[in-house]
């Protein structure tokens, strides 16, 4: 699981050691479902099993892969629309191609990061390259739908292009863990994403036998995704493995540790921490979009059919 990786963490900065304040508990510990998307392309929906009411700012997350293509089996995704929210795309191994209505798009590939504000509406695709298509290869990474608020709902689609070498690097205090800091803050470090609603986005990696504590704000929720590996969460050593999502209570920081035996395909534990300032406003999702209302949701589609939402653009 290359991402972006350090050779030495002793060379980068670390946070902060936590000293007292409160651990978040778990609330839960939930197992992601399988199934396909787009073009028959296999996911895990990271978020089967919690209510919103516990998401909230997120709506939805799929772990897409881990999966070695032979050659010829790539797929992707049709054009197809979105309206009301944000997706976060973030590449771990192999590569993505992107496009949409209004003439953006681009390649995505190892610890990149695409972040997508959909707003008013706008249409897209994503695929695999012809030569990841033609050759095979792996192919991991996650997408992410982050909530916007009734606000923001409405404003300009656009785009941010989140290269890996911009992602923020710090380890915990011992250097057992590399954290990688999309957006939001942690321990005073901030990563490169910027966001509509109040986010924090990590992937952290943590070596055999060690532990991370992990500042988290107050106010924002906190979810634990596991993406490789098996280990703990809380001082209570509550068991995760590769699949399972682990919901935290109130607290300002969370405690994750890796067991000191790792399978062979997982030499670590691999995790997404994320977490953010619920919104509190009423969700009415249903396919490609997310609204406030049903009569929105109707009304996207409407748009949808007559155009609105844009034209897929000539080859």
């Known amino acids: 699981m290359p991402a972006v990786t350090v050779e030495d963490l002793l060379v980068l900065p670390r946070l902060d050691a936590v000293v007292g304040g409160v651990e978040r508990p778990v609330r839960s510990v939930t197992v992601a479902t399988r199934g396909l998307e787009g073009e028959g392309f296999p996911v895990r929906r990271a978020f089967a099993g919690l209510p919103l009411s516990e998401l909230d700012p997120f709506v939805h997350m799929d772990q897409m892969g881990e999966v070695e293509y032979a050659p010829g089996e790539a797929k992707g995704t049709p054009w197809h629309p979105?309206?009301?929210?944000?997706?976060?795309?973030?590449?771990?191994?192999?590569?993505?191609?992107?496009?949409?209505?209004?003439?953006?798009?681009?390649?995505?590939?190892?610890?990149?990061?695409?972040?997508?504000?959909?707003?008013?509406?706008?249409?897209?695709?994503?695929?695999?390259?012809?030569?990841?298509?033609?050759?095979?290869?792996?192919?991991?990474?996650?997408?992410?739908?982050?909530?916007?608020?009734?606000?923001?709902?409405?404003?300009?689609?656009?785009?941010?292009?989140?290269?890996?070498?911009?992602?923020?690097?710090?380890?915990?205090?011992?250097a057992g863990a590399l954290v990688r800091i999309i957006a939001g803050e942690v321990g005073g470090h901030h990563g490169p994403g910027s966001t509509h609603t109040p986010i924090t986005l990590v992937h952290a990696t943590i070596e055999p036998g060690a532990t991370l504590r992990l500042p988290w704000q107050p106010g924002y929720n906190a979810l634990v995704y596991v993406l490789a590996g098996r280990g703990t969460v809380s001082s209570a050593a509550r068991p995760v493995e590769a699949g399972e999502l682990a919901a935290f209570g109130r607290g300002d920081h969370l405690v994750v540790a890796a067991d000191r035996c790792q399978d062979g395909r997982s030499p670590r534990l691999d995790v997404l921490v994320l977490g953010g300032a619920p919104i509190g406003e009423p969700v009415a999702s249903y396919g490609p979009f997310v609204m406030n209302t049903d009569a929105e949701i109707r009304q996207a589609f409407e748009d949808y059919r007559h155009g609105r939402l844009g034209e897929i653009p000539a080859e």
């Open 82 to 174: 979105h309206r009301g929210f944000e997706t976060v795309t973030y590449m771990i191994d192999g590569t993505f191609r992107h496009r949409d209505s209004h003439g953006g798009g681009g390649l995505i590939t190892n610890g990149d990061t695409q972040w997508m504000t959909a707003g008013a509406g706008i249409l897209h695709i994503e695929a695999p390259p012809e030569e990841l298509v033609a050759a095979g290869g792996l192919f991991h990474g996650i997408q992410l739908w982050v909530n916007l608020p009734s606000a923001d709902k409405w404003i300009a689609p656009q785009y941010q292009d989140i290269g890996a070498a911009n992602v923020a690097l710090v380890t915990s205090p011992d």
